[in-house]
């Protein structure tokens, strides 16, 4: 069983910066290609970016693409998203998602997923 959770949410001004983290107990994290989606209120969840198990290949939403980095450290069994040049339009909750385990990954395809964090809260103001 793998057990996510997410933290480093919080409001920022627009034009700042932010770093999620996703951790997991359990199984090491190193097995699962893992990805960040997020949703806004009275939208759909929606892709923002994923990265292999090994950490060489990452996959970016056209939204995000030069503004996020999604980065890796399996040793601590971390994802990380670096977040800079926030818009009022980031603002959602966060979701990390892993799986499936032993496949290289990544991908962009929710279903595909087989373990989701609760979530944590990213609020960008204009």
């Known amino acids: 069983q793998v057990q996510l959770v997410e933290s480093g949410g919080g409001l920022v001004q627009a034009g700042g910066s932010l770093k999620l983290s996703c951790t997991t107990s359990?199984?090491?994290?190193?097995?699962?290609?893992t990805a960040w989606f997020r949703q806004a209120p009275g939208k759909e969840r929606e892709f923002v970016t994923a990265?292999?198990?090994?950490?060489?290949?990452?996959y970016y939403a056209d939204s995000v693409k030069g503004r996020f980095t999604i980065s890796r450290d399996n040793a601590k069994n971390t994802v990380y998203l670096q977040m800079n040049s926030l818009k009022p339009e980031d603002t959602a909750v966060y979701y990390c998602?892993?799986?499936?385990?032993?496949?290289?990954?990544?991908?962009?395809?929710?279903?595909?997923?087989?373990?989701w964090g609760q979530g944590t809260q990213v609020t960008v103001s204009s």
């Open positions: 998602a892993a799986g499936p385990f032993g496949t290289s990954g990544p991908y962009f395809n929710p279903g595909q997923y087989n373990y």
């Open positions: 990265i292999s198990w090994s950490g060489s290949s990452t």
């Open positions: 359990g199984r090491t994290f190193s097995s699962y290609p």
